[in-house]
Protein backbone atom coordinates (compact mmCIF):
# COMPACT_ATOMS: atom_id res chain seq x y z
CA UNK A 1 0.00 0.00 0.00
CA UNK A 2 1.20 3.76 -0.80
CA UNK A 3 2.87 5.19 1.93
CA UNK A 4 1.71 8.64 1.41
CA UNK A 5 -2.02 6.91 1.03
CA UNK A 6 -1.19 5.73 4.62
CA UNK A 7 -0.18 8.98 6.19
CA UNK A 8 -3.21 10.42 4.47
CA UNK A 9 -5.37 8.49 6.35
CA UNK A 10 -3.46 8.13 9.28
CA UNK A 11 -3.47 12.07 9.21
CA UNK A 12 -7.25 12.47 8.96
CA UNK A 13 -8.07 9.76 11.69
CA UNK A 14 -5.72 11.54 14.23
CA UNK A 15 -6.60 14.52 13.76
CA UNK A 16 -10.46 13.72 13.78
CA UNK A 17 -10.40 11.59 16.97
CA UNK A 18 -12.10 8.61 14.78
CA UNK A 19 -12.36 6.41 11.96
CA UNK A 20 -15.95 7.17 10.94
CA UNK A 21 -14.97 11.03 10.87
CA UNK A 22 -11.79 10.31 8.97
CA UNK A 23 -13.19 8.18 6.65
CA UNK A 24 -15.75 11.23 5.61
CA UNK A 25 -13.40 13.74 5.70
CA UNK A 26 -11.29 11.37 2.90
CA UNK A 27 -14.30 10.21 1.34
CA UNK A 28 -13.47 6.34 1.80
CA UNK A 29 -15.01 3.75 3.44
CA UNK A 30 -14.31 3.03 7.63
CA UNK A 31 -13.14 -0.11 6.92
CA UNK A 32 -11.23 0.88 4.25
CA UNK A 33 -9.15 3.73 6.69
CA UNK A 34 -9.44 1.09 9.56
CA UNK A 35 -7.00 -1.22 7.06
CA UNK A 36 -4.76 1.50 6.14
CA UNK A 37 -3.94 2.76 9.45
CA UNK A 38 -3.54 -0.88 10.76
CA UNK A 39 -0.84 -1.62 7.90
CA UNK A 40 0.67 1.60 8.60
CA UNK A 41 1.15 0.11 12.33
CA UNK A 42 2.34 -3.29 11.15
CA UNK A 43 4.82 -1.93 8.55
CA UNK A 44 6.32 0.69 11.34
CA UNK A 45 5.97 -1.81 14.10
CA UNK A 46 4.76 0.80 16.28
CA UNK A 47 1.15 1.38 17.84
CA UNK A 48 -0.11 4.78 16.87
CA UNK A 49 -3.72 4.43 17.88
CA UNK A 50 -4.98 3.89 21.35
CA UNK A 51 -8.63 2.74 20.45
CA UNK A 52 -11.59 2.08 22.40
CA UNK A 53 -15.79 2.35 22.08
CA UNK A 54 -15.76 5.55 22.87
CA UNK A 55 -12.41 7.26 21.32
CA UNK A 56 -9.46 7.06 19.01
CA UNK A 57 -6.36 9.00 20.27
CA UNK A 58 -2.86 8.78 18.80
CA UNK A 59 -0.20 6.99 21.57
CA UNK A 60 3.11 9.28 22.66
CA UNK A 61 4.64 7.54 19.36
CA UNK A 62 1.87 8.50 16.95
CA UNK A 63 2.16 12.14 18.49
CA UNK A 64 5.75 12.03 17.20
CA UNK A 65 4.42 10.34 13.57
CA UNK A 66 1.61 12.48 13.38
CA UNK A 67 3.46 15.80 13.23
CA UNK A 68 6.21 14.13 10.67
CA UNK A 69 3.44 12.68 8.54
CA UNK A 70 1.92 16.48 8.33
CA UNK A 71 5.34 18.17 7.00
CA UNK A 72 6.14 15.42 4.88
CA UNK A 73 2.77 15.40 3.06
CA UNK A 74 2.71 19.44 2.95
CA UNK A 75 6.24 19.09 1.69
CA UNK A 76 4.97 16.71 -1.40
CA UNK A 77 2.07 19.14 -2.11
CA UNK A 78 4.30 22.26 -2.08
CA UNK A 79 6.75 20.40 -4.49
CA UNK A 80 3.61 19.17 -6.46
CA UNK A 81 2.61 22.55 -6.71
CA UNK A 82 5.99 23.65 -7.74
CA UNK A 83 5.88 21.21 -10.88
CA UNK A 84 2.69 22.89 -11.43
CA UNK A 85 4.04 26.33 -12.13
CA UNK A 86 3.72 29.37 -10.36
CA UNK A 87 0.84 30.73 -12.22
CA UNK A 88 -0.65 27.16 -11.06
CA UNK A 89 -4.76 27.92 -9.11
CA UNK A 90 -4.91 27.63 -5.19
CA UNK A 91 -7.16 24.27 -5.10
CA UNK A 92 -7.15 22.03 -1.58
CA UNK A 93 -8.30 22.61 1.84
CA UNK A 94 -7.18 25.50 3.97
CA UNK A 95 -7.58 25.65 7.54
CA UNK A 96 -7.99 29.28 9.06
CA UNK A 97 -8.46 30.63 12.37
CA UNK A 98 -9.23 34.09 14.10
CA UNK A 99 -11.25 35.46 17.38
CA UNK A 100 -14.31 34.62 17.40
CA UNK A 101 -15.78 38.34 16.99
CA UNK A 102 -12.84 39.41 14.62
CA UNK A 103 -13.35 36.47 12.35
CA UNK A 104 -17.10 37.33 12.32
CA UNK A 105 -16.47 41.37 11.23
CA UNK A 106 -13.32 40.67 8.77
CA UNK A 107 -12.48 37.48 7.90
CA UNK A 108 -15.19 35.99 7.16
CA UNK A 109 -15.85 38.53 4.40
CA UNK A 110 -12.31 37.63 2.93
CA UNK A 111 -13.00 34.26 3.42
CA UNK A 112 -16.14 34.47 1.56
CA UNK A 113 -14.23 36.16 -1.77
CA UNK A 114 -11.68 34.16 -1.41
CA UNK A 115 -14.05 31.47 -1.93
CA UNK A 116 -15.32 33.17 -4.80
CA UNK A 117 -12.68 33.41 -6.78
CA UNK A 118 -11.21 30.74 -6.70
CA UNK A 119 -13.57 27.44 -7.20
CA UNK A 120 -11.04 24.67 -6.63
CA UNK A 121 -10.33 25.42 -2.63
CA UNK A 122 -12.53 24.71 0.71
CA UNK A 123 -12.12 26.23 3.73
CA UNK A 124 -12.66 25.42 7.36
CA UNK A 125 -12.61 28.40 9.20
CA UNK A 126 -12.27 27.97 13.46
CA UNK A 127 -13.70 31.33 14.98
CA UNK A 128 -12.58 30.37 18.80
CA UNK A 129 -11.47 32.75 21.65
CA UNK A 130 -8.28 30.97 22.20
CA UNK A 131 -4.55 30.91 20.76
CA UNK A 132 -4.72 27.99 18.79
CA UNK A 133 -1.68 25.39 18.30
CA UNK A 134 -1.22 25.85 14.89
CA UNK A 135 0.82 23.34 14.47
CA UNK A 136 -0.79 20.60 16.38
CA UNK A 137 -4.32 21.15 15.16
CA UNK A 138 -3.39 21.80 12.03
CA UNK A 139 -4.27 25.53 11.14
CA UNK A 140 -2.49 27.18 7.93
CA UNK A 141 -3.66 30.53 8.55
CA UNK A 142 -4.14 32.42 11.83
CA UNK A 143 -4.54 36.34 12.83
CA UNK A 144 -3.66 37.28 16.30
CA UNK A 145 -4.31 40.07 18.31
CA UNK A 146 -1.36 41.50 20.50
CA UNK A 147 2.70 40.34 20.82
CA UNK A 148 3.47 37.27 18.78
CA UNK A 149 5.71 34.80 20.89
CA UNK A 150 8.55 33.44 19.20
CA UNK A 151 8.08 30.75 16.63
CA UNK A 152 8.71 29.24 13.22
CA UNK A 153 5.58 30.79 11.65
CA UNK A 154 5.81 33.93 9.40
CA UNK A 155 4.09 37.08 10.14
CA UNK A 156 2.68 40.39 8.15
CA UNK A 157 1.65 43.32 10.68
CA UNK A 158 -1.76 44.35 8.93
CA UNK A 159 -3.27 46.50 11.18
CA UNK A 160 -3.56 47.53 14.71
CA UNK A 161 -6.43 47.96 17.64
CA UNK A 162 -6.93 49.63 20.84
CA UNK A 163 -8.03 49.16 24.50
CA UNK A 164 -10.70 51.48 24.84
CA UNK A 165 -13.48 52.39 27.69
CA UNK A 166 -17.14 52.89 25.87
CA UNK A 167 -20.79 53.87 26.44
CA UNK A 168 -23.46 55.34 25.50
CA UNK A 169 -24.50 58.66 25.05
CA UNK A 170 -27.67 58.69 26.94
CA UNK A 171 -25.52 56.93 29.60
CA UNK A 172 -22.66 59.51 29.73
CA UNK A 173 -25.09 62.00 29.66
CA UNK A 174 -27.04 60.69 33.13
CA UNK A 175 -24.38 59.80 34.56
CA UNK A 176 -21.38 62.09 33.43
CA UNK A 177 -17.45 61.36 31.38
CA UNK A 178 -14.95 60.05 33.65
CA UNK A 179 -11.90 62.77 33.38
CA UNK A 180 -9.63 59.61 35.08
CA UNK A 181 -9.30 55.99 35.96
CA UNK A 182 -10.21 56.56 39.61
CA UNK A 183 -13.05 58.35 38.65
CA UNK A 184 -14.50 55.01 37.12
CA UNK A 185 -14.91 53.19 40.61
CA UNK A 186 -18.19 55.80 41.04
CA UNK A 187 -19.85 54.54 37.63
CA UNK A 188 -21.64 51.26 36.69
CA UNK A 189 -19.46 48.83 34.97
CA UNK A 190 -19.96 46.18 32.67
CA UNK A 191 -17.12 43.52 32.16
CA UNK A 192 -16.66 40.53 29.65
CA UNK A 193 -14.85 37.64 31.94
CA UNK A 194 -12.98 37.09 28.56
CA UNK A 195 -11.65 40.12 28.13
CA UNK A 196 -10.98 41.24 31.77
CA UNK A 197 -10.55 37.94 33.41
CA UNK A 198 -9.18 39.21 36.90
CA UNK A 199 -11.26 42.90 36.70
CA UNK A 200 -8.45 44.67 36.73
CA UNK A 201 -7.69 47.54 34.36
CA UNK A 202 -4.55 48.55 33.63
CA UNK A 203 -4.16 52.27 31.87
CA UNK A 204 -0.99 53.48 30.23
CA UNK A 205 2.36 52.00 29.06
CA UNK A 206 4.85 49.88 31.32
CA UNK A 207 6.92 52.94 32.50
CA UNK A 208 3.24 55.07 33.95
CA UNK A 209 1.02 52.03 33.92
CA UNK A 210 -1.91 52.72 36.50
CA UNK A 211 -4.07 49.49 37.46
CA UNK A 212 -7.54 50.08 38.67
CA UNK A 213 -9.41 46.94 40.73
CA UNK A 214 -12.94 47.08 39.20
CA UNK A 215 -15.90 45.63 40.93
CA UNK A 216 -18.78 45.34 37.84
CA UNK A 217 -22.67 45.99 38.06
CA UNK A 218 -22.68 43.57 35.25
CA UNK A 219 -20.56 41.03 34.91
CA UNK A 220 -21.10 38.84 31.60
CA UNK A 221 -19.55 35.92 29.36
CA UNK A 222 -19.08 37.35 25.47
CA UNK A 223 -17.97 40.40 23.86
CA UNK A 224 -21.47 40.88 22.22
CA UNK A 225 -23.02 40.59 25.75
CA UNK A 226 -20.99 43.38 26.96
CA UNK A 227 -21.75 45.37 23.52
CA UNK A 228 -25.61 44.63 23.94
CA UNK A 229 -25.41 46.13 27.44
CA UNK A 230 -23.87 49.06 27.35
CA UNK A 231 -26.13 50.11 23.61
CA UNK A 232 -28.79 49.99 26.35
CA UNK A 233 -27.08 52.21 28.53
CA UNK A 234 -26.37 49.96 31.15
CA UNK A 235 -22.74 51.47 32.33
CA UNK A 236 -19.13 51.63 30.63
CA UNK A 237 -17.19 48.45 29.52
CA UNK A 238 -13.52 48.10 27.80
CA UNK A 239 -13.23 46.33 24.91
CA UNK A 240 -10.91 46.04 21.64
CA UNK A 241 -12.07 49.03 19.54
CA UNK A 242 -12.69 46.60 16.47
CA UNK A 243 -15.07 45.50 18.28
CA UNK A 244 -17.33 48.44 18.06
CA UNK A 245 -16.00 50.13 15.29
CA UNK A 246 -19.11 50.16 13.27
CA UNK A 247 -20.98 51.13 16.40
CA UNK A 248 -18.40 54.37 17.18
CA UNK A 249 -19.05 55.17 13.58
CA UNK A 250 -22.26 55.93 14.17
CA UNK A 251 -22.69 57.62 17.61
CA UNK A 252 -24.28 54.86 19.39
CA UNK A 253 -21.49 53.99 21.31
CA UNK A 254 -18.35 57.00 22.87
CA UNK A 255 -15.26 56.39 24.06
CA UNK A 256 -13.88 58.37 26.34
CA UNK A 257 -10.26 58.32 28.69
CA UNK A 258 -8.17 58.06 25.40
CA UNK A 259 -5.49 59.85 26.79
CA UNK A 260 -5.08 56.73 29.71
CA UNK A 261 -5.08 54.62 26.93
CA UNK A 262 -1.99 51.57 26.47
CA UNK A 263 -0.15 51.28 23.13
CA UNK A 264 -2.16 49.75 20.28
CA UNK A 265 -2.06 46.26 20.03
CA UNK A 266 -0.75 44.77 16.58
CA UNK A 267 -2.80 42.45 14.28
CA UNK A 268 -0.76 39.83 12.27
CA UNK A 269 -1.84 37.35 9.70
CA UNK A 270 0.75 34.22 10.32
CA UNK A 271 1.02 31.07 8.40
CA UNK A 272 3.32 27.69 8.11
CA UNK A 273 5.07 28.05 4.74
CA UNK A 274 7.73 25.40 3.82
CA UNK A 275 10.41 26.17 1.69
CA UNK A 276 8.36 26.71 -1.29
CA UNK A 277 5.64 28.00 -0.07
CA UNK A 278 1.84 26.33 -0.93
CA UNK A 279 0.10 28.35 -3.43
CA UNK A 280 -3.26 28.45 -1.47
CA UNK A 281 -1.37 29.77 1.46
CA UNK A 282 0.80 32.65 0.26
CA UNK A 283 -2.42 33.41 -2.37
CA UNK A 284 -4.74 33.21 0.65
CA UNK A 285 -1.99 35.48 2.91
CA UNK A 286 -2.01 38.22 -0.11
CA UNK A 287 -5.67 38.68 -0.33
CA UNK A 288 -6.61 39.03 3.46
CA UNK A 289 -3.79 40.93 4.12
CA UNK A 290 -4.95 43.27 1.16
CA UNK A 291 -8.47 43.40 2.60
CA UNK A 292 -7.23 44.17 6.30
CA UNK A 293 -4.67 46.88 5.57
CA UNK A 294 -7.28 48.73 3.73
CA UNK A 295 -9.92 48.55 6.48
CA UNK A 296 -10.10 52.04 8.27
CA UNK A 297 -11.24 50.22 11.96
CA UNK A 298 -8.47 48.63 11.59
CA UNK A 299 -5.22 50.60 11.00
Wanted: overall charge neutral; hydrophobic content about 45%; charged content about 20%.
Amino acid sequence: MDRFHQMSVYVAVAETESFAAGARKLGMSPPAVTRAVAALEEELGVKLLNRTTRYVRATDAGLRYLDDARRILAEVQEADEVAAGVNAEPRGHLVVTAPVLFGQLFVMPSVVGFLQRYPDVDVSALFLDRVVNMLQEGVDVGIRIGALPDSSMRAIRVGQVRRILCASPDYLAQFGIPNTPNDLLQHQIVAARNVSPTIEWKFGDDETSKAIRIKPRLTVTSNDGAIAAVRHGAGITRLLSYQVAGLLQTGELKTMLGEFEAKPLPIHIVHREGRHGSVKIRTFVDFMAQALKENSALN
